[in-house]
């Protein structure tokens, strides 16, 4: 399931606000952001949001797996300290 950085990612990739997310999923912008704030939502919110970013040509990668044969992009790796 996508987190919170990953929808953040993929917002600031595509250029879209909260606002256009929450009108590509057909969910409130409130729910956007509670979501990525890290406030609880209905699962199927996330799933409606992660199911408009991939269309719109968004990879989620979860840690520890490998994304070979994908194009450009990110990953996020937590340091410590």
């Known amino acids: 399931m996508m987190n919170v950085e990953q929808c ?5 990739l595509l250029n ?9 999923a057909g ?6 952001r509670r979501f990525e704030s890290g406030s ?6 996330v799933e409606s949001m992660a199911r408009c970013l991939t269309i719109a040509g968004i ?3 979860g840690a520890g797996e490998a994304s070979a044969g994908g194009g450009e992009g ?8």
């Open 16 to 24: 879209w606000s909260a606002q256009e997310l929450a009108q590509h």
């Open 40 to 45: 609880a939502v209905a699962p199927t919110s």
């Open 59 to 61: 990879a989620f990668i």
């Open 27 to 32: 969910i409130g912008v409130a729910t956007v």
């Open 74 to 81: 990110v990953r996020f790796t937590p340091t410590s300290g």
């Open 8 to 12: 953040r990612a993929a917002r600031a």
